[in-house]
């Protein structure tokens, strides 16, 4: 049966693989992009190499099939992505690597002028998390198994609230964070930042 485990280096590549086959607003984007990886090394990579101790997995038969990642402190990890991870992409990827109009450049553009969470978010809800299950194993509670675990560590140290990200035209992400107590916070046709408050330990 599928169940909720700590990350383990051996899972590096399989999510990699979850973060492309949910990349298109939750459906999947393989074939869609030139490099199918540039996806995993923008949304998966940073938080495997900085805090990996924030890092679940849905384990199915041995095989990672969908995570929970977590910054417990966005701002102090937007500087330490701009120092230590955004360089390494920026020399491997420069602006104008793939068609101006592709997925991939798109894609090179965030890594080139990484977006920055909003100062009076990150200030109230300093945490933040990424949150992606493959097809086979959604529909199985294990979404909201896998943040309680992540949002129960991170009030046991400390920390007053986490936001995430979703694309707007995702109904069904949107849904599914408010019934976990998440909150919007700001809104357009693009993107929604979503919120909750975590409990004074």
Known sequence: M???RQYEAHDHDSLYEVC???GANGDDATGLYQVP??????????YLEFHPDLSWVIDN???ASGY???APDTKAFESRCESEWWPQLRERYPLGSFAPDSLDEEVVGDIHVPPRADQRVAAAYPAHLHIDLAPEVQGLRLGGALISV???TLTARGVAGVHLGVATANTRALGFYQHL???VLSHD?????????LPPT
């Open 2 to 4: 599928p169940h909720i």
């Open 20 to 22: 492309l086959r949910t």
């Open 37 to 46: 990886t540039i996806l995993g090394e923008v949304y998966v990579g940073p």
């Open 61 to 63: 038969d041995g095989t």
């Open 68 to 70: 929970v990642l977590g």
């Open 150 to 152: 992540l949002l129960d």
């Open 181 to 183: 107590g998440f909150a």
């Open 189 to 197: 046709e693009s993107g929604t930042t979503m919120g909750k408050l």
